[in-house]
Nanobody, 125 residues
Framework: QVQLVESGGGLVQAGGSLRLSCAAS????????MGWFRQAPGKEREIVAG????????YYAGSVKGRFTISRDNAENAVYLQMNSLKPADTAVYYC??????????????????WGHGTQVTVSS
């Protein structure tokens, strides 16, 4: 069992930066590939970035590539999302999620079995 708690969201002007953190409980955190998802009002949840259990492989959605960076610290049971050059289109609730142990890095939402409650990111123009 893994419990996830996101933090670091807030209100920022376009062009600004935020760093999201996801604190995980559970001794087996390092076994899970992790992902950051987001959901804007009226839209489906979409993956933003993913990272393998060892941190050696990452994935970014095209809309955030070059602006966002995902990282993890298995010793601290944490995963991070550094978001730079934020745009109003990045406004959403951001969720941290852990993929099932049978998966490696994956972009399939159904593969993620543990989810946090989300943190709101609002980017003003």
């Amino acid at each position: 069992q893994v419990q996830l708690v996101e933090s670091g969201g807030g209100l920022v002007q376009a062009g600004g930066s935020l760093r999201l953190s996801c604190a995980a409980s559970g001794r087996t955190f390092s076994s899970y590939a992790m992902g950051w998802f987001r959901q804007a009002p009226g839209k489906e949840r979409e993956i933003v970035a993913g990272i393998s259990w060892h941190g050696g492989r990452t994935y970014y959605a095209g809309s955030v590539k070059g602006r966002f960076t995902i990282s993890r610290d298995n010793a601290e049971n944490a995963v991070y999302l550094q978001m730079n050059s934020l745009k109003p289109a990045d406004t959403a609730v951001y969720y941290c999620a852990a993929a099932g142990p049978e998966y490696g890095l994956t972009t399939t939402p159904d593969a993620y079995i543990y989810w946090g409650h989300g943190t709101q990111v609002t980017v003003s123009s």
